[in-house]
Nanobody
Framework: QLQLVESGGGLVQPGGSLRLSCAAS????????IGWFRQAPGKEREGVSCFSKRGGSTNYRDSVKGRFTISRDNAKNTVYLQMNSLKPEDTAIYYCAADRTPICSADATRYDYWGQGTQVTVSS
């Protein structure tokens, strides 16, 4: 059974850091485009960052550029999102998702498999 499991969320003060993990089972992450999304209360789900299939390219939404970094460990079949200099507006549930097409995209409707999400709260 294909499954994605996120972890690493929590409560952090503004300016702090968190590293989210997305572990896959039942399939090889490297064969999919992988995206990180987030959804804040009352807002639509938005793309944060993504890896194309085989990790050929990455993309970030403008508001996280220079602060967030997506990476992958193929041996662990895990994708990470390192989040630095966190701001209160980064507060949301963060999801990882896998897309069978090779292209990195911020369009959530393209993705076939989703994790259950992990809460990130940035507050003093």
């Amino acid at each position: 059974q294909l499954q994605l499991v996120e972890s690493g969320g929590g409560l952090v003060q503004p300016g702090g850091s968190l590293r989210l993990s997305c572990a896959a089972s039942g399939f090889t992450l490297d064969a999919y485009a992988i995206g990180w999304f987030r959804q804040a209360p009352g807002k639509e789900r938005e793309g944060v960052s993504c890896f194309s299939k085989r990790g050929g390219s990455t993309n970030y939404r403008d508001s996280v550029k220079g602060r967030f970094t997506i990476s992958r460990d193929n041996a662990k079949n895990t994708v990470y999102l390192q989040m630095n200099s966190l701001k209160p507006e980064d507060t949301a549930i963060y999801y990882c998702a896998a897309d069978r097409t090779p292209i990195c995209s911020a369009d959530a409707t393209r993705y076939d498999y989703w994790g259950q999400g992990t809460q990130v709260t940035v507050s003093s």
